[in-house]
């Protein structure tokens, strides 16, 4: 993999977590947590490290509303937490 192919991997894999955050409505939230800059790129990480790019990407598509992300999401728990906390659960 060249470091370009690198590069739009991890920017396609940013994308599906920035649409995982405003389906599920924490992306707001995700924004006002205390330390948001060092909790996003974990989450971005989170991501990245995760083997279902192409599910995940069906997933958004076919889900127009939803409560929960999937079970394989690996910010599963971090998004429940935001919902939490911003009293959406």
């Not at 396609?12 to 920035?18: C, E, I, P, S, V």
């Not at 205390?34 to 997933?59: I, K, L, Y």
């Not at 509303?65 to 971090?78: E, G, I, M, V």
Request: proline share 1%.
């Amino acid at each position: 993999m060249s470091f370009l192919d690198y590069l739009i991997s991890v920017d396609a894999r940013a994308a599906l977590m920035g649409r995982m955050m405003r389906k599920l409505g924490v992306d707001r939230q995700l924004k006002v947590v205390a330390d948001h800059a060092a909790v996003t790129d974990r989450a971005v990480n989170r991501c990245r490290s995760c083997g279902h790019q192409d599910e995940c990407s069906t997933w958004l598509d076919q889900h127009e509303q939803t409560d929960a992300s999937p079970d394989y999401c690996r910010n599963r728990d971090l998004i429940a937490r935001l919902q939490h906390a911003a009293g959406q659960r």
